[in-house]
């Protein structure tokens, strides 16, 4: 029995069931194993989604313990069809799961990842900026000397070579963040603040640093993806 991974996809915004394609509930039904980042939000989603799947029938497994790539292996070798989902958007793609697709890779596992929003590429597309050259870099540093001259350098680069540059921050320093931009960088750069992606209350809005310092959102606790471009 030949072993197939699937890279199963979920909402973003909790409720945000629309934004999946129908191929995953097929996918899921093919699967015996599930590598998960959080077991309780994943049985919750796919119960959503195949209300009649009988969740314990099958295996269960943390993506971060120590112990998932051996285990994950061993199921591969064992010929079981695999899932892996990661906690919103797209397993492996600034989420967890990369990791035991690299083993699937060295298996010679056949990979099929589903289609499913991912944050990173939906804030790009709508935001107007450069979606030819771009980088994701995750989180910037905590330490406020150390964002300033991570945002600068950011700033250096679109300037030199045009590339849209996105990042995020933890949902209770959003504010500080966005503080950080707008005291520190030049007034012409353009910021796209992307808020709940999604959501009932997504909110994707591209203005020049001198257009947001007129007016100053409010971030604190929501899910933000913040992109500087020219």
Sequence with gaps: MSTTVYLIPCPIAEDALHTLSPQIVEAVKQCEVFFVENERSARRFLKKIWKEMVIDDYKWYVIQDNNSPHIFGQHAKAGRKI????????????????????????????????????????????????????????????????????????????????TTHLFIETPYRNNQMLDSILKNLQQDLRLCIAVNITGKDESIITRTLGEWRKNIPELHKKTVIFLLGK
């Design 83 to 162: 899932g892996i989902i990661s906690e919103a958007g797209c397993p492996g793609v600034a989420d967890p799961g990369q990791d035991l697709v690299a083993v699937a890779q060295e298996l010679k596992l056949q990979v099929v990842p589903l289609v499913g929003p991912s944050s990173i590429l939906l804030a790009l597309m709508a935001s107007g900026m450069n979606g030819q050259q771009f980088c994701f870099h995750g989180y910037l540093p905590i330490d406020s000397a150390l964002r300033v001259k991570a945002l600068k350098e950011l700033e250096a680069e679109t300037r030199r070579k045009g």
